[in-house]
């Protein structure tokens, strides 16, 4: 089956600053990647997600870049906010199936 | 996307009682699924919930411990049985609208205590 590694567990940030979490996958049969927030206390928002026919996906300080060959994705924020402190989670779902698999997530922390 | 009711939102229980989550989807779904997550941990799905048939459940969840109804395209329940305080955890219902590679999306969850 499919195995989504996520890194890094924790990140800390200085507010302003850039921050860049990454996953890799082990199908190759995976087609869609989802990047999921969650605050404390709330549900899994989906933020962005990409498919593999695409490379680059932005929305507005959010991008997500997918490289098919190496089997990563990772989630870029720019200009970080307190708000954006939450743990990110990463996804992979193969073709034909509905049920991704799910990183272990990344707790950022953005320091004002 | 779809709104999704989940209650309760949060219980305290006794061990060896047993409770049942409710998932209510204000449209009708493709799929709902059934996941647990630990404090601190990330998402483990428990079972695929099937409009009038029985759930698809996964590796290390049974249907004794966590027995699944959707009666409809819109509903579904989890119950947690026989609990310990092992079953302490956020209990989440999902659901994906319409065909192809839609996205998932989450509800509130049900934050379990068991004593």
């Known amino acids: 089956g499919e195995n989504v590694e996520q890194h890094p567990s924790t990140l800390s940030v200085q507010e302003g600053d850039s921050a860049v979490i990454k996953c890799t996958y082990s199908d190759s049969a995976s087609n869609y990647f989802p990047w999921y927030k969650q605050e404390l206390g709330k549900r899994p928002q989906l933020i962005i997600d990409?498919?593999?026919?695409?490379g680059e996906k932005k929305d507005q300080r959010i991008a997500v870049t997918l490289n098919k060959t190496a089997k990563h994705f990772s989630l870029h924020i720019t200009e970080t906010q307190p708000e954006d402190s939450a743990v990110y989670f990463c996804?992979?779902?193969?073709?034909?199936?509905?049920?991704?698999?799910f990183g272990r997530g990344t707790s950022l922390i953005v320091h004002p | 996307s779809a709104v999704i009711s989940q209650k309760p939102s949060r219980d305290i229980c006794q061990r060896g009682t047993s409770l049942t989550i409710q998932c209510q989807v204000d449209?009708?779904?493709?799929?709902m699924f059934w996941y647990r997550q630990q404090p601190g941990q990330s998402l483990t799905l428990i079972a695929t919930a099937n409009q009038g048939s029985e759930a698809t459940y996964e590796s290390g969840f049974v249907i004794d411990k966590f027995p699944i109804s959707r009666p409809n395209l819109t509903f579904s329940t989890l119950t947690v049985s026989n609990m310990s305080p092992e079953d302490s955890s956020i209990y989440l219902c999902?659901?994906?609208?319409?065909?192809?590679?839609?996205?998932?999306?989450f509800g509130d969850g049900t934050r379990l205590s068991i004593l």
């Open positions: 996804a992979a779902r193969p073709g034909g199936s509905y049920i991704p698999t």
């Open positions: 999902s659901v994906i609208t319409g065909q192809g590679s839609q996205p998932q999306h």
């Open positions: 990409i498919r593999s026919n695409v």
């Open positions: 449209s009708q779904v493709t799929m």
